[in-house]
């Protein structure tokens, strides 16, 4: 019995979060449509409350926004927008840093988050899963010898905290996982682990101690 009722949780709470999380989010845009007026809400012409609707809205916004913003016409508004929140003080440095970060992540040109690594963390002889950020630049730079790259280690089961370490490629090595199914290894605590690569070519030859 306690077999069975333990593998019917296993199938029940991941969509028990799964639908929770979603209903979370279609009820936070539905009430985000309260703040309009009581004459252009969508209950007010549609006669009925549809759920989901303020999801639906909320990703036509951000796709317009988008199409918008892909011309030059909508690039110069962005930009002009941008040099006004350039002149408040505090919102100038919150945005600013959060757009450098989003720039990152979510550039297709950009290369966070590319590329997974094994890496030595906390401590020597211990090991985690980490992915490329970049290369150090600026005056971090100047104050570095060597090859170094920079490297974000998540903490498990939340990855959107972790810690920022710049360390000598030396000792990083790169994995042959794609970058979901290391995430998906962190995420699940090393449950889910992944399937080996299968390496073309010959096996590298193993390092022998002297």
Do not use: C
């Not at 030396?170 to 682990?193: C, N, R, W």
């Amino acid at each position: 019995m306690k077999k069975y009722f333990i593998t019917g949780l296993l199938i029940w709470i991941p969509l028990a979060i799964t639908f929770w999380v979603l209903n979370l989010i279609v009820t936070t845009m539905d009430q985000t449509l309260w703040l309009l007026p009581e004459s252009i809400q969508p209950h007010a012409w549609l006669g009925v409350h549809v759920p989901g609707l303020g999801l639906l809205l909320s990703l036509l916004v951000v796709l317009l926004t988008g199409l918008l913003a892909a011309n030059i016409i909508g690039q110069r508004l962005v930009q002009m927008w941008e040099a006004m929140l350039a002149r408040i003080p505090v919102v100038k440095t919150i945005y600013n840093s959060v757009k450098q970060v989003s720039d990152t992540l979510f550039s297709s040109s950009g290369q966070a988050f590319r590329k997974a690594v094994l890496v030595q963390y906390p401590r020597a002889g211990a090991w985690t899963i980490a992915f490329v950020t970049g290369v150090p630049g600026g005056e971090v730079a100047t104050h570095l010898r060597g090859d170094y790259v920079s490297i974000y280690v998540p903490t498990t089961p939340n990855p959107t905290s972790g810690f920022f370490l710049m360390l000598p490629w030396s000792e990083v090595i790169e994995l042959d996982m794609s970058v979901d199914a290391a995430l998906k290894y962190v995420i699940s605590m090393g449950v889910a682990a992944p399937a080996p690569s299968i390496r073309k070519g010959p096996a590298p030859k193993p390092v022998v101690a002297p």
